[in-house]
């Protein structure tokens, strides 16, 4: 058996995206170390397999690209809409957040740094948000938490008096 603090969990948000925390429950285990990163393998290998290949990529492909084996993908993801739904999360986290996040002392090349992220990341991954859309996979926290980043950086560009 391996120690308790070889283990880690997916705290997960009303919207079934997570971020990795160490488990702090006695006796509760969460996903092993390993298991995280074949998780974040996937998303990463399925956000490219969407991207080149489009809607018909298989989730044997995604495995592959991957390097885990395909009971791997299903054991994490149970089904191709959860997939879209986390590489969704994934291009937002990777993407735009580390962006928007940055603060320099001008508002303006920061809003349009944001900007020019997202519009880069959807171009992108334009097959993906597809994907997403048609499926419903479009998570209302997922956009919440993009629109609550940008608000962030709008509102100081409004207090600059750079947009009304």
Partial sequence: MLPARCYRSLVAT????GAVAEE???????????????QERIVV???????????????EEVARRAGVGVATVYRRFRNRDQL????????L??????????ETDDPWCDLAATLDASVAAVAAHSEVVALAHAAGAIDVDVVD???????RVLT????????R
């Fill in 93 to 102: 986290t990777a993407e735009i957040e580390p962006v928007a996040e940055i």
């Fill in 14 to 17: 009303p919207s079934g995206e």
């Fill in 84 to 91: 879209v739904r986390a590489v969704v999360a994934h291009v």
């Fill in 45 to 59: 290998a399925a956000a490219g397999a969407f991207s080149e290949l489009g809607a018909e990529v298989t989730l």
């Fill in 156 to 163: 100081r560009a409004r207090a600059a008096g750079l947009v």
């Fill in 24 to 38: 702090s429950t006695a006796g509760e285990r969460g996903l092993r170390l390993d298991a995280v990163r074949n």
């Fill in 145 to 151: 938490r993009y629109l609550h980043r940008l608000d």
